[in-house]
């Protein structure tokens, strides 16, 4: 069963970057580019992991991360931070509530790593 990531980011362009290097590696991929759709989203479809912005124009990441831990469906779902903030610990983070951080930029094979840590490989 192919793996379902969702790549929560305000900027198009980059979100569209990583999904066609994630559905190229074999995973099944949605795009949301507004933090007010992902918590519906997330209860109303199966991902298996969550490719988190940190600093969205409605909302940050750290937000999103609390709720999802609150929710039974959602509490246990991987989900890795991508920000670009590198004055902001690693354990910062997973004091919210990530799985795990990607500081920008990072090479494809650091993504890659990261999400084969939770999901193993896409198919």
């Known amino acids: 069963m192919t793996k379902k990531i969702m790549i929560v980011d305000d900027d198009k362009g ?8 994630l559905q ?32 969205m124009p409605d909302v940050v990441g750290s937000h999103i991360c ?11 779902m991987p989900i890795i931070v991508v920000t670009g903030h ?3 610990a690693e354990e910062v983070f997973k004091n919210y509530g990530a799985t795990d951080v990607i500081y920008k930029p990072f090479e494809d094979v650091e993504l ?12």
């Open 86 to 88: 590198h004055e902001l």
């Open 66 to 76: 609390d709720y999802f831990r609150s929710e039974e469906k959602l509490k246990h």
């Open 14 to 21: 980059y979100s569209s970057l990583i999904q066609y290097k």
């Open 24 to 55: 190229n590696g074999g995973y099944e991929t949605e795009v949301v580019n507004f933090a007010s759709n992902v918590l519906r989203l997330a209860m109303d479809k199966n991902y298996d992991l969550i490719l988190l912005d940190h600093q």
């Open 112 to 123: 890659f790593g990261k999400i084969k840590k939770y999901l193993g490989d896409p198919a």
